[in-house]
């Protein structure tokens, strides 16, 4: 593995390079790519795909990619033109990538800004309001969420959090009569360390939800875009959007084990089944090889 950092006047981009470009094989990077997550989410991946040179990176104001722009916000407008940049500085041609959470809504708008960056995105659980029946209620629960994070602190904030992405089907009244949870139940400190800078449950990354993909630009893309849920998403936020932007671009999801966080190992306390993810990604990437 090496490391390297793309200077620019907004952001220094530090990504890792896992093999040898130009790729040994003549097959495309695989570039992974997470938000709010930096390089370290993908290290179970990594190792399983010893046989390809993958890329990993940290987005900007996350990990080791400073900010020198003054900004705390994450959009994905921006985030797809620091893709680029990166795409561009590996010189290797289109590449394949796997998106998860809030990168797959940032490879999105990168396919309809530069759709020539890409040969085959898995698009894993993008959070997009927009694409569901019930996106204002959702939003609501996300000013609720949020507005406990700032008055309470993380662990409370995370909480209400969890309660939302672990509701199954549609907002109902029966969701917002609920009181806000305990974070004892979730395993959560009830302690406020004073933080209010949690890119997840604070303000600074509803640009990512609340992105409008250009349906029309995904589907005359070039890329091939393959939309993915977790087995065990299917009911809840993420796996909901999923379905519905898969049957908005007039394609069937591509299940994958496990959930949001499949591609993981235990190392975050949110283990899926990486060995099985790896397996299902391969068959997706090179189906009949």
Not at 28 to 55: I, K, Y
Not at 81 to 98: Q, S, T
Not at 180 to 197: C, K
Not at 255 to 284: I, N
Request: with cysteine.
């Amino acid at each position: 593995m090496t490391q390297h950092t793309l200077e620019s006047t907004e952001v220094d981009l530090v990504y890792d390079v896992h093999g040898p470009l130009p790729t040994s094989d003549g097959r495309p990077p695989l570039l992974m790519v997470g938000q709010p997550m930096d390089a370290s989410g993908f290290q179970a991946q990594v190792a399983l795909f010893t046989d390809r040179t993958v890329v990993t990176y940290d987005p900007r104001g996350l990990g080791r990619s400073i900010r020198k722009d003054g900004g705390v916000t994450n959009e994905p407008e921006v985030q797809a033109e620091d893709l680029h940049a990166l795409i561009e500085a590996l010189d290797a041609g289109p590449v394949d990538m796997l998106a998860s959470s809030g990168g797959a809504v940032s490879a999105l708008a990168l396919v309809t800004a530069h759709p020539h960056d890409v040969a085959t995105l898995v698009a894993h659980e993008p959070p997009i309001d927009a694409v569901l029946p019930d996106a204002d209620a959702v939003h609501r629960a996300r000013m609720a969420y949020t507005k406990i994070y700032e008055e309470k602190g993380w662990g409370a904030g995370m909480a209400a959090f969890i309660a939302l992405t672990s509701w199954e089907g549609e907002l109902t009244d029966e969701y917002f009569a609920q009181p806000a949870p305990d974070p004892a139940a979730f395993g959560m400190p009830a302690e406020d360390d004073g933080a209010r800078d949690d890119p997840l449950l604070s303000d600074r990354s509803w640009a990512v939800c609340l992105y409008r993909p250009d349906l029309d630009a995904l589907r005359a893309s070039p890329t091939r875009i393959v939309v993915a849920v977790g087995e065990e998403s299917m009911k809840v936020y993420t796996g909901r959007t999923a379905l519905a932007l898969a049957a908005q671009l007039g394609q069937e999801p591509t299940v994958f084990p496990s959930h949001h966080g499949g591609f993981m190992g235990g190392e975050f306390g949110y283990a899926g089944q990486p060995e099985a993810f790896a397996a299902r990604l391969r068959d997706v990437l090179d189906p009949g090889r």
